[in-house]
């Protein structure tokens, strides 16, 4: 694919993300979420204090940024009993070590979007609950008017659960999200 917002024919790698990220990551959270996330999260992230991270980079970019984020998912591993859909799993209960994967943040800079960097981050998450044995499910929240997301995760096969009202409380209404499994 190519993005006429890109003046090069990009060149996307995957990595964990990593502590000379912190910077950009806190940026791009700034630029694309209602949501104001605190230090310590970032701080979890870039250190990977119980945080799974992927980033995705642009090795084509030229002035030294090859290795700046463009995009970037961040997950946590919770346990199936204690989750918000644990009553939607068909699970079994003697089993306490089952987990699942809850993505926390995902996202693609404006002039990288539609070139399957989201999808690509998120199939990186489902390699990763899927090389886990215990691992029940990949899970996430999405504000009911995102629908460039809603889309993403409905082709990638994800399916609304739940619907979470007054979930958020954003520029001063309070928001309904979408649980999707």
Not at 8 to 25: A, V, W
Not at 85 to 108: C, M
Not at 118 to 142: F, G
Request: overall charge neutral.
């Amino acid at each position: 694919m190519v993005n006429p917002n890109i003046s090069h024919r990009p060149t996307i790698c995957y990595r964990p993300i990593q502590p000379s990220d912190l910077e950009i990551l806190e940026q791009i959270h700034s630029d694309l979420f209602p949501i104001r996330y605190e230090s310590e999260f970032f701080q979890n992230v870039v250190n990977g204090r119980d945080i799974l991270s992927w980033a995705a980079v642009d090795r084509s970019q030229a002035n030294g940024q090859s290795d700046d984020l463009i995009g970037f998912v961040t997950a946590r591993i919770v346990l199936a009993k204690d989750s918000e859909i644990a009553d939607l799993l068909r699970y079994d209960s003697s089993k306490v070590d089952q987990t699942l994967v809850y993505i926390l943040t995902l996202g693609v800079v404006d002039a990288y979007r539609n070139l399957g960097i989201a999808t690509s981050l998120i199939l990186e998450v489902i390699k990763y609950a899927s090389s886990n044995p215990v691992c029940r499910a990949v899970y996430l929240h999405v504000i009911s008017y995102n629908n460039p997301a809603i889309h993403l995760y409905k082709k990638m096969l994800f399916k609304c659960v739940r619907r979470l009202h007054g979930f958020y409380l954003i520029n001063e209404s309070l928001s309904q999200l979408l649980l999707v499994a």
